[in-house]
């Protein structure tokens, strides 16, 4: 299984960014995927998630501002960023949860994307 994420870059305080997540590789039913990000000298923090039922949860931080979805014929999670902020800045990274047989699942992780916001 295989993730890749794309869209990061550089952006003012305001401004907006988009980062997809195109999931590929599985032959098994893919549940929720998330991005999370990861700030230098800061844990890695969920920042959203969508369930194949499309459901979504996101962290307060960003409630309001950060907008997630999935297009499921293509395995692809975006991430609207609004109104970002300069302690959006952060290394974005996508996972998948796999569901294989017997009730047994397994995350995978994509390689991250870059955000960062200038202020």
């Known amino acids: 299984v295989q993730l890749q994420a794309s869209g990061g870059g550089l952006v003012q305080a305001g401004g907006s960014l988009r980062l997809s997540c195109a999931v590929s590789?599985?032959?098994?039913?893919?549940?929720?995927i998330g991005w999370h990000r990861q700030a230098p000298g800061e844990q890695r923090e969920l920042v959203a998630a969508?369930?194949?039922?499309?459901?979504?949860n996101y962290a307060d931080s960003v409630k309001g501002r950060f907008t997630i979805s999935r297009d499921s014929a293509k395995n692809t999670v975006y991430l609207q960023m609004n109104s970002l902020k300069p302690e959006d800045t952060a290394v974005y990274y996508c996972?998948?949860?796999?569901?294989?047989?017997?009730?047994?699942?397994?995350?995978?992780w994509g390689q991250g994307t870059l955000v960062t916001v200038s202020s």
């Open positions: 969508i369930s194949s039922s499309g459901s979504t």
């Open positions: 590789g599985s032959t098994f039913s893919i549940n929720t």
């Open positions: 996972n998948a949860e796999v569901m294989y047989n017997l009730g047994r699942r397994q995350y995978y």
